[in-house]
């Protein structure tokens, strides 16, 4: 017969509750297609052709600190939800994917209002240069600034089997469609900008950025800018987005 002895647990004393000060401070900053926060996806990867640039601020941008990066596809990003910040930490949220009126643990939700204001977004990772990181499927407002980046590790940030019952499926997608007028003048700005304009508003407005709890009336206007350029559309039926014009913003 094999004895084995008996582990005593030693007695676990709750940590006393201390405030801590910690000095944290960016690494670089996004300049993003996105310039206000109506319209941006509500997590990464669901807009690909949203695109942007991190640009790495000193000591970070003279190519020793992304050196290796070229063997990356998407990369981490830890953030701050600069315009989203409150001193007073809230405990419960309401997410605007549960239609903004039900309210949940702040600690279930990826919310912007949270206790650090810390976001996390996994983004794909198109070029590195010494001083900045091109980076696309991007959910990150202009100047949002960047405290981290770790490369993403599919064995480990994969898991198979997990499961998330509040967010259980990307959101459903609306149908975009265009006036001749708007998809001239947006084909217009993108070969302007260099960049893929066209998918970029039609995969932002099939996320439907509109509040949960809002129906639309048909003469009701909504407006956001991407880039340089003001996107207005309607809502012609409760289940159709019509995209009306794509002009320049104003300054
Ligand atoms: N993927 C991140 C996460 O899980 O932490 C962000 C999720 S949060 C629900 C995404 C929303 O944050 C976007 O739709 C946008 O409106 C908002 N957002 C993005 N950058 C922000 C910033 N710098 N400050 C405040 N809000 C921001």
Same mark, same amino acid.
């Given at each position: 017969?094999?004895?084995?002895?008996?582990?005593?647990?030693?007695?676990?004393?709750?940590?006393?509750?201390? +405030?801590?000060?910690?000095?944290?401070?960016?690494?670089?900053?996004?300049?993003?297609?996105?310039?206000?926060?109506?319209?941006?996806?509500?997590?990464?990867?669901?807009?690909?052709?949203?695109?942007?640039?991190?640009?790495?601020?000193?000591?970070?941008?003279?190519?020793?600190?992304?050196?290796?990066?070229?063997?990356?596809?998407?990369?981490?990003?830890?953030?701050?939800?600069?315009?989203?910040?409150?001193?007073?930490?809230?405990?419960?949220?309401?997410?605007?994917?549960?239609?903004?009126?039900?309210?949940?643990?702040?600690?279930?939700?990826?919310? +912007?209002?949270?206790?650090?204001?810390?976001?996390?977004?996994?983004?794909?990772?198109?070029?590195?240069?010494?001083?900045?990181?091109?980076?696309?499927?991007?959910?990150?407002?202009?100047?949002?600034?960047?405290?981290?980046?770790?490369?993403?590790?599919?064995?480990?940030?994969?898991?198979?089997?997990?499961?998330? +019952?509040?967010?259980?499926?990307?959101?459903?997608?609306?149908?975009?469609?265009?006036?001749?007028?708007?998809?001239?003048?947006?084909?217009?700005?993108?070969?302007?900008?260099?960049?893929?304009?066209?998918?970029?508003?039609?995969?932002?407005?099939?996320?439907?950025?509109?509040?949960?709890?809002?129906?639309?009336?048909?003469?009701?206007?909504?407006?956001?800018?991407?880039?340089?350029?003001?996107?207005?559309?309607?809502?012609? +039926?409760?289940?159709?987005?019509?995209?009306?014009?794509?002009?320049?913003?104003?300054?």
């Amino acid at each position: 017969m094999i004895m084995v002895d008996r582990v005593i647990m030693p007695t676990l004393t709750p940590p006393r509750p201390q +405030t801590m000060t910690y000095s944290v401070s960016p690494i670089g900053f996004v300049r993003s297609c996105f310039k206000e926060k109506f319209a941006i996806p509500r997590q990464p990867q669901l807009a690909p052709a949203a695109r942007g640039v991190l640009e790495l601020v000193a000591p970070f941008d003279q190519g020793d600190a992304v050196q290796g990066l070229e063997h990356v596809s998407h990369v981490w990003l830890l953030f701050l939800f600069h315009q989203a910040l409150e001193e007073k930490p809230r405990l419960k949220v309401r997410p605007p994917r549960l239609g903004g009126n039900k309210s949940m643990g702040v600690f279930a939700t990826r919310a +912007t209002h949270r206790p650090n204001g810390i976001g996390q977004s996994v983004v794909k990772l198109d070029k590195v240069e010494a001083n900045r990181l091109w980076i696309s499927g991007i959910d990150l407002l202009d100047g949002t600034p960047v405290l981290d980046i770790k490369p993403y590790v599919p064995y480990a940030d994969i898991i198979a089997t997990a499961s998330n +019952t509040i967010a259980s499926a990307a959101p459903q997608l609306i149908a975009v469609e265009w006036t001749d007028a708007a998809l001239h003048q947006a084909n217009g700005h993108a070969q302007r900008l260099a960049e893929p304009l066209v998918e970029l508003i039609e995969q932002c407005l099939a996320q439907d950025p509109r509040p949960a709890y809002q129906t639309p009336a048909p003469e009701r206007e909504y407006g956001a800018q991407f880039w340089d350029v003001d996107v207005r559309w309607h809502y012609p +039926t409760p289940d159709l987005i019509r995209v009306l014009e794509v002009i320049p913003a104003k300054a």
